[in-house]
């Protein structure tokens, strides 16, 4: 008999810790760092991009998807999105997502040596990790997917950006979005 489940192959086994042992995440949160993982190692990339991690928070999270507009904008996205592994995104692959604020060494062109031993690259990580600092800031942890889009959207250099500005959406205008309904979730709980 078949397991239901297909094993993982070798790649998504290398590609960073289960997130079932992703300590402090939300099983939405979990999910979303599982699509992410399967999509990059799908897509042939080395580690979870900003671009993976935004596809699989729209794809897993309906408060993330309410901060686009219903059609457009979510299909646009969708589109460019999709479009990274056949189009676009193939000149990411094998370079590092990096802003620069953070030294990226590289080991003879092989594998990165920051964001190894996670699977993220060194912007991805550093979403995941202001993520929980931001929902510690307001009172409620572990982090949600809207405090993950809010990272995401806030480095003008990570590719969830680029892939905003290709679908004609302005990051700024995505985090003032995130940060109204912040506000008035504020207020209605007072």
Sequence with gaps: MQPRIPRQSVGEQALGPRA?????????LAAVVTGARRRAVRDGDRQIDTAHLLHSLLEHDPEVR????????????LGYLVQRSIGYGLRWQGSVEDSGA????????AVPVMGESDGFSPLAA??????????????????RGIDLLACL??????????????????????????????SRSRWSNR
């Design 20 to 28: 079932d042992g992703d300590a402090g995440l939300t099983d939405e």
């Design 66 to 77: 309410s901060v686009f507009d219903d059609g457009p904008e979510i299909a646009r996205l």
């Design 102 to 109: 953070v030294p990226v060494m590289e080991d003879s062109g």
């Design 126 to 143: 550093a979403a995941m990790d202001h993520a929980g600092e931001r929902a510690a800031a307001r009172g409620t942890e572990p982090a």
């Design 153 to 182: 959207v806030a480095d003008p250099q990570a590719r969830a950006v680029e892939v905003l500005d290709r679908a004609g959406i302005a990051a700024d205008a995505v985090l003032a979005r995130i940060e109204d309904r912040a």
